[in-house]
């Protein structure tokens, strides 16, 4: 919104933001919460943007690695920290983008490091790693603020690429195979474009018992954060 949108720690610029405040305003006057993500590292644009953003009622996240691998260590506390117990999006102040967990050497590691903190709301992944799920009494560990109070707890979810560390993943898939499977992001190596209107990806992703949004919906995540939305735009 205000940084990172061409490079990280670089104001993203002015015509960009219009366009963007466009149409999250829209949604915001409408009644909803609307999440900013910020890429930026320097202190002072940090601070700029969880200012620049709560003036304009959004609720901000200054992630200082691209990769969302960490817990900043600013602000110091966190910004809008509070003792609430969260129990819906409309309440929270501020939140934490924390979907690739490689640098906790474990699940433990992890939870205890999110439980030190006092953000409002988590977006994590459902996989601690390619192949073992966070549980629903791990989940549930996650949602306890350091303060006493209580946190929600998201789920990334990519519907518009299949990804091929996930364990939907079947052995021959490539480009073109299965047919709804289409061209590798070439700036996210292993994540391929999909046919999303397609049944079969469908079926992976929602619906059923043993589709994914399920797997998230029963380990007792508050929600589902949807990514690659604008996957129709490749198409077109």
């Not at 466009?22 to 993500?37: C, E, Q, R």
């Not at 691998?69 to 409309?90: K, R």
């Not at 999303?196 to 589902?224: A, C, H, M, Q, R």
């Amino acid at each position: 919104m205000f940084y990172g949108y061409n490079d990280d720690d670089h104001a993203t610029p002015a015509d960009e933001n219009t366009y963007l405040r466009t149409f999250l305003d829209l949604s915001k006057n409408a009644g909803n919460t609307i999440l900013v993500t910020d890429y930026c590292s320097t202190q002072s644009k940090m601070s700029d943007s969880y200012t620049r953003n709560n003036t304009s009622g959004y609720v901000s996240f200054a992630a200082n690695h691209r990769e969302l691998d960490n817990i900043p260590g600013f602000p110091s506390p966190v910004y809008s920290e509070n003792t609430s117990v969260i129990t819906s999006l409309s309440q929270v102040k501020n939140f934490l983008y924390l979907i690739n967990p490689e640098n906790f050497s474990s699940k433990t590691d992890f939870i205890n490091a999110i439980t030190s903190t006092n953000y409002d709301l988590l977006i994590m992944d459902l996989f601690f790693n390619e192949t073992t799920e966070f549980t629903a009494g791990e989940v549930t560990q996650l949602k306890d603020k350091a303060n006493g109070g209580k946190r929600l707890v998201i789920s990334y979810l990519s519907i518009g690429e299949a990804e091929n560390y996930r364990y939907y993943w079947q052995a021959g898939w490539k480009s073109g195979n299965p047919f709804w499977l289409d061209d590798e992001n070439r700036a996210w190596k292993g994540n391929f474009k999909v046919r999303y209107w397609e049944p079969e990806w469908k079926k992976i992703i929602f619906g059923n018992d043993d589709s994914y949004t399920k797997k998230i919906l029963n380990n007792g995540f508050d929600g589902v954060y949807l990514d690659i939305i604008d996957a129709f735009e490749y198409f077109e």
